[in-house]
C-alpha cells in the first residue's frame, strides 16, 4: 500500500505515515510535516510573547496611575501652600 501527502498528494513511506498521522493527525510527506510543525512552533512561541507585552502594558498602566496619583498628591500639597500663604498674606 502506497501512502500520500494529504496535501500535495505525494508518495510517503510508511513510516513517514504513521509519524505524520501521530503527530499531525494527517498524512503529510517531509515538507508539509514541516509546514505544520513550524505553525505549531510559531503558535506555542506567540502565545507567550503575547501575554508578556499585556503583562508588560498592565505593569505601565499601574505605574502610569502611580504617578498621576503622585502628581495629585503634590498638586494637592502645592495648593495647600499657596492657600496657606495666600491666608498669612492676607493676615488671617
Ligand atoms: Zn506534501
Known amino acids: 500500500m502506497t501512502y500520500k501527502c494529504s496535501k ?7 513510516s513517514e505515515y504513521k ?3 501521530k503527530n499531525f493527525k494527517a498524512p503529510l510527506c517531509r515538507t508539509h510535516q ?3 510543525s513550524d505553525i505549531s512552533n510559531s503558535n506555542s512561541t ?3 510573547s503575547s501575554q508578556k507585552t499585556s503583562k508588560k502594558e498592565e505593569v505601565n498602566a499601574i505605574s502610569k496611575r ?5 502628581e ?3 498638586k494637592g500639597r502645592i495648593a495647600e501652600t499657596l492657600i496657606e500663604e495666600l ?3 492676607l493676615d488671617y
Do not use: H, R
Open 8 to 14: 500535495c498528494n505525494e508518495d510517503i513511506t510508511s
Open 19 to 21: 509519524y505524520s498521522t
Open 34 to 36: 514541516k509546514q505544520y
Open 46 to 48: 506567540k502565545a507567550p
Open 66 to 70: 502611580d504617578s498621576s496619583f503622585v
Open 72 to 74: 495629585n498628591m503634590i
Open 87 to 89: 491666608f498669612l498674606y
